[in-house]
């Protein structure tokens, strides 16, 4: 029987394994209800997260949780509240608070509450415009268009740590965030979409602190998954094969630059899901 408090790799039916560092990083696997964080200890921050979301039995239960360590990691291995303090940071949530928040009342208010834990969250640019909103709503979108097989989907979501992300108090904030949901076909098959949110334009720290432009903006972008699984460096397994997304590579052999061929989008109809 699987585990209640983790991510299920059975979830949908058909075996998707949570995603692993392609490159042999250690990690720490941190379990919780319906979710799974890999934290990374030297860089503080997730390296992924996987969660299962039953969107026919979701509940919509009040805020509630407090930001906490988790108390089965050194504290110097976690990104915690003074990352936080005093600035433009938002600690964004990987796993949604909503997203394990399923099943009966007493087991959703535990698992919401569960996502307001240091390892799962990261530094985001405060800044709310269309572009975050749209990244925040695109696992919605997803279980809207999965309806016919139950609305189950597992969602997988990670900062990209990169080697030159930009040092800030005793962190490197990341400037990209990976996002891929998965779910079953009427037939059975497994299907996924890949997705990128670039806050690149919105994070300057070159001099010593943290300044977000006013103009600036969140770029989301829905993606190859075979992309994520190169700039993220994790092991995506059969989700690649899985890509809803077209191959769309120049008909004369060329090259392009990576977001050339990213698909940018700036509403959930722009989302291609076959």
């Known amino acids: 029987m699987a585990d209640p408090d983790a991510y299920d790799d059975g979830f949908l039916g058909i075996p998707v394994p949570l995603p692993r560092p392609a490159d042999g990083r250690a990690v720490r696997e941190l379990t919780y209800p319906r979710?799974?964080?890999?934290?990374?200890?030297?860089?503080?921050?997730?390296?992924?997260?996987?969660v299962n979301i039953d969107g026919s039995s979701l509940l919509d239960l009040p805020r509630t949780g407090d930001w906490e360590l988790d108390p089965r990691v050194p504290p110097a291995e976690q990104a915690g509240p003074a990352v936080y303090a005093s600035n433009d940071l938002d600690r964004g949530h990987l796993v949604r608070r909503r997203d394990?928040?399923?099943g009966t009342p007493a087991q959703a208010r535990r698992a919401t509450e569960a996502t307001f834990v240091y390892p799962n969250a990261a530094p985001q640019a405060s800044g709310f415009n269309q572009s975050k909103e749209l990244w925040l709503g695109l696992e919605d979108h997803v279980l809207a268009f999965a309806d016919a097989t139950d609305e189950r989907v597992s969602v997988f979501t990670a900062p990209v740590l990169a080697d030159d992300d930009p040092p800030y108090r005793g962190i490197?904030?990341?400037?990209?965030?990976?996002?891929?949901?998965?779910?079953?076909?009427?037939?059975?098959?497994?299907?996924?979409?890949?997705?990128?949110?670039?806050?690149?334009?919105?994070i300057d720290l070159s001099q010593g602190v943290l300044v977000v432009p006013q103009l600036g903006a969140f770029r989301t972008f829905q993606v190859p998954i075979a992309d994520i699984e190169e700039i993220a460096r994790i092991d995506l397994g059969p989700l690649?094969?899985?890509?809803?997304?077209?191959?769309?590579?120049?008909?004369?052999?060329?090259?392009?630059?990576e977001e050339d061929a990213w698909r940018p989008l700036r509403a959930p109809e722009d989302v291609f899901l076959g």
């Open 240 to 257: 690649v094969a899985a890509d809803v997304l077209p191959e769309d590579a120049p008909a004369d052999g060329t090259t392009v630059r």
């Open 100 to 102: 394990p928040g399923w």
């Open 172 to 202: 490197r904030v990341p400037r990209r965030f990976v996002k891929v949901g998965a779910w079953a076909t009427a037939d059975g098959v497994l299907a996924a979409a890949g997705f990128v949110l670039d806050q690149s334009q919105l």
């Open 35 to 50: 979710f799974t964080v890999l934290l990374e200890p030297e860089r503080r921050l997730a390296l992924m997260t996987g």
